[in-house]
């Protein structure tokens, strides 16, 4: 007669039915069972996951449990059990969604490959996390063709770098690196007083304010050795390498862009913000290895400080090796006028350029341009803030462009924020554009724009289209396209606290500043 016992439960079992556990502690080895054996068992365990069989398989298990000599040894199996059939449906649910979205995806993996280059490379990590798909075809080296990692927060280190640049492999064309930071106002009480027949075109995106040195803000987290990645691989990574921008890494030195520049010899546009690096040494770097650049955007981290630049050998070896350059800028370096003049005259391709807080240039280099002498291809003139331009040269060259000179210029900046300097004693601002003859400039030149910003000290006169401060974006942006196709945009806006005391403020005549320089360089300028 049989025993009923009843477990914690309160479930009846029969105490003869109870099954020894000898086997519990000695399980059967899985190479003792054959794959139709392992497959009929897999499959005969996976019917009982349906709702009405899991509280009896938790039942179940609970008296396997509670009846087990090693409980610890039982309860890890299942744990390792489970684990591994959890792994094993998700990888399948993985697979199965990825072939759903290959058949629901609408394009095949080689037009997908084509939209997700057209993404940013944050919007391209985010497909590619999407599902294993999409992470297939963001594998593809195209997509990470332009690799854009300048952010406000630092969080960029050299191994995202290093991954972002690998993937790239030899298709990688374009590389922006560095902080940038956040949207600041134009500068806050000045008078703004923009001449122009048109509206000033509406602008997205930073400014220049923007990408200035971050005095005061985050460290980036970038080391010198960033960009040692484009040399990898018999420098494979930098060999067809077109833009290069590099805003405020400031561990980033000499030697590192040196050896950076080197392995790039394809370089169309490089722009240069807040590193601390070297005019001279930079441009030689450039002058060097980027034979075909075409764009140069170049801002001091040290605004008038940097006085490096040399006329001869460095401004000669850079406009003979690098002839295709028409667009240059350097902002915020101390440079006298007659090596602005020996730059100007050499490069005869240059439309764009921009000496904005630059110190020492007093504009006698305009007037040597008059007649033909150079830049005749020039667009585009900014020359804000410079603290010793004088008003003189600016209404001699305005003059010249109402007699007929400078044909292809549509665009100047001679907006100050220390106002312009008089002629007999820089000291002597001038915060009146009065001076300015805008009406008979616009008569002349209808589709010209001028632009001239003063501090409230001065007056000011409207001429044309007006512009308040109230509605005013950033002063306008100016495009220009490359040789390869691509575009760049140079932003004007003011940004420096002026030093009195620096710069040529007791010469009057670039003549006399060219004896500072050996005799070399007055022969060089002659050219």
């Known amino acids: 007669m049989d025993t009923l016992l009843f477990h914690h439960n309160n479930r009846p079992c029969s105490a003869t039915s109870k099954r020894p556990y000898a086997a519990v502690s000695d399980p059967i080895?899985?190479?003792?069972?054959?794959?139709?054996?392992?497959?009929?068992?897999?499959?005969?365990?996976l019917s009982l996951s349906d709702k009405t069989t899991v509280p009896l398989l938790d039942h179940a298990f609970d008296d396997l449990i509670e009846s087990s000599p090693d409980q610890n040894v039982m309860i890890e199996r299942a744990l390792l059990l489970g684990s591994v059939l959890l792994e094993a449906g998700k990888r399948s649910a993985r697979k199965r969604d990825c072939l759903h979205n290959a058949v629901v995806w609408p394009l095949p993996p080689d037009l997908t490959i084509k939209v997700l280059t057209m993404l940013d490379t944050q919007s391209v990590c985010y497909a590619a996390a999407a599902c294993s798909f999409f992470r297939k075809c963001a594998s593809d080296p195209l997509c990470y063709a332009s690799i854009d990692l300048i952010t406000v927060i630092p969080k960029v280190n050299n191994m995202v770098v290093s991954t972002m640049i690998q993937r790239s492999g030899k298709a990688l064309r374009s590389l922006k690196l560095g902080l940038m930071p956040g949207p600041t106002a134009l500068f806050g009480s000045s008078q703004t007083c923009i001449y122009s027949t048109r509206n000033s075109p509406d602008i997205s995106g930073f400014s220049w304010n923007d990408k200035r040195s971050r005095q005061g803000k985050e460290s980036c987290i970038l080391s010198r050795s960033c960009l040692s990645s484009l040399g990898s691989d018999n420098g494979a990574p930098g060999a067809l390498l077109r833009r290069l921008h590099l805003n405020n890494i400031e561990r980033v030195d000499n030697t590192a862009l040196s050896a950076a520049l080197s392995v790039c010899p394809s370089l169309l546009d490089l722009e240069i913000v807040g590193l601390h690096v070297e005019l001279r040494q930079t441009l030689e770097s450039v002058s060097k290895h980027c034979h075909l650049i075409e764009r140069l955007f170049f801002e001091s981290s040290k605004t008038g400080r940097d006085d490096s630049l040399k006329l001869s050998p460095t401004c000669s070896d850079l406009v003979q090796n690098c002839p295709n350059l028409n667009s240059l800028a350097?902002?915020?370096?101390?440079?006298?006028?007659?090596?602005?003049?020996?730059?100007?005259?050499?490069?005869?391709?240059?439309?764009?350029?921009?000496?904005?807080?630059?110190?020492?240039?007093?504009?006698?280099?305009?007037?040597?341009?008059?007649?033909?002498?150079?830049?005749?291809?020039?667009?585009v003139i900014i020359l804000r803030d410079c603290m010793h331009l004088r008003k003189a040269e600016v209404e001699r060259f305005i003059s010249s462009i109402i007699a007929g000179e400078f044909k292809f210029l549509r665009h100047l900046d001679v907006s100050n924020r220390e106002g312009l300097a008089s002629e007999e004693d820089w000291c002597s601002r001038c915060y009146d554009p009065s001076f300015i003859p805008a009406e008979q400039l616009f008569r002349e030149r209808p589709n010209f724009s001028l632009l001239a910003e003063f501090p409230v000290e001065g007056s000011f006169i409207e001429f044309g289209q007006?512009?308040?401060?109230?509605?005013?974006?950033?002063?306008?942006?100016?495009?220009?396209?490359?040789?390869?196709?691509?575009?760049?945009?140079?932003?004007?806006?003011?940004?420096?606290?002026?030093?009195?005391?620096?710069?040529?403020e007791d010469n009057h005549d670039t003549s006399v500043i060219i004896y500072e320089e050996s005799s070399d360089e007055a022969d060089f300028l002659s050219v």
């Open 29 to 45: 080895s899985p190479m003792s069972l054959d794959p139709i054996q392992l497959d009929s068992l897999l499959l005969s365990f």
């Open 330 to 379: 350097l902002r915020g370096f101390k440079l006298q006028d007659f090596k602005i003049l020996a730059l100007i005259k050499g490069f005869r391709k240059l439309k764009h350029l921009d000496f904005s807080t630059s110190y020492s240039i007093s504009g006698a280099f305009l007037k040597k341009l008059v007649g033909g002498a150079g830049g005749n291809l020039l667009e």
């Open 466 to 504: 007006m512009i308040s401060s109230d509605d005013m974006s950033p002063p306008q942006q100016l495009s220009c396209h490359m040789s390869d196709g691509s575009c760049f945009v140079n932003t004007s806006d003011s940004c420096y606290n002026s030093d009195l005391g620096s710069g040529n």
